[in-house]
T-cell receptor, first 112, second 111 residues
Framework: GAGVSQSPSNKVTEKGKDVELRCDPI?????LYWYRQSLGQGLEFLIY????????KSGLPSDRFSAERTGGSVSTLTIQRTQQEDSAVYLC??????????FGNGTRLTVT | DAKTTQPNSMESNEEEPVHLPCNHS???????IHWYRQLPSQGPEYVIH???SNVNNRMASLAIAEDRKSSTLILHRATLRDAAVYYC????????????FGTGTQLKVEL
């Protein structure tokens, strides 16, 4: 069956540009998470959506980062005015219950 | 959040059992112990989870200490495909919270 799909798989952008990263969760999964992983590091929590509840944005590193989840399905992570330190793999995960997560393979973002 | 401590790396030979330890001395009574693994260039994948009793599934076994302050993920016969970073994390009963991943244990499997 279809898993979590993320696009693009790779993105190279110039410093100062805005980028949008897309996540298509598994159908019917009400919970959706965004994490990022810098080279050789563990996963850093960014944001969590659960149904119609207000998202947990406590992990967003700055106000340049924002995320939306439309219709309880697709989610978009937007990074404005990208900086070199934003370079990382951005991972999306969905879950039917928020207990066990299904991850996508991520978007590798490189800011030059 | 209750934290977990894992060795940075471990090595194993193919076809031998592997025991990956995790310490979680500040675990609360409502925390489940979850394990994920991350193969190269992929997102993490769920392996197994438990609360108090030992658990088995097709991928691995989870042994939980009686006081729940530590646990061990057991791969019964390691293969080259098991080379990955293994994460031990604590998840609040009922889920619905952010999962905090540490740096995990890099498992190397040799012929």
């Amino acid at each position: 069956g279809a898993g979590v799909s993320q696009s693009p798989s790779n993105k190279v952008t110039e410093k100062g540009k805005d980028v949008e990263l897309r996540c298509d969760p598994i159908s019917g999964h009400t919970a959706l998470y965004w994490y990022r992983q810098s080279l050789g590091q563990g996963l850093e929590f960014l944001i969590y959506f659960q149904g119609n509840s207000a998202p947990d944005k406590s992990g967003l590193p700055s106000d340049r980062f924002s995320a939306e989840r439309t219709g309880g399905s697709v989610s978009t992570l937007t990074i404005q005015r990208t900086q070199q330190e934003d370079s990382a793999v951005y991972l999306c995960a969905s879950s039917p219950t928020g207990v066990t997560l299904n991850f996508g393979n991520g978007t590798r973002l490189t800011v030059t | 959040d209750a934290k977990t401590t894992q060795p940075n790396s471990m090595e194993s030979n193919e076809e031998e059992p592997v025991h990956l330890p995790c310490n979680h001395s500040t675990i609360s009574g409502t925390d489940y112990i979850h394990w994920y693994r991350q193969l190269p260039s992929q997102g993490p994948e769920y392996v197994i989870h438990g609360l108090t009793s030992n658990v088995n599934n097709r991928m691995a076994s989870l042994a939980i200490a009686e006081d729940r302050k530590s646990s061990t993920l057991i791969l019964h016969r390691a293969t080259l495909r098991d080379a990955a970073v293994y994460y031990c994390i604590l998840v609040l009963t009922g889920g619905g919270n952010k999962l905090t991943f540490g740096t995990g244990t890099q498992l190397k499997v040799e012929l």
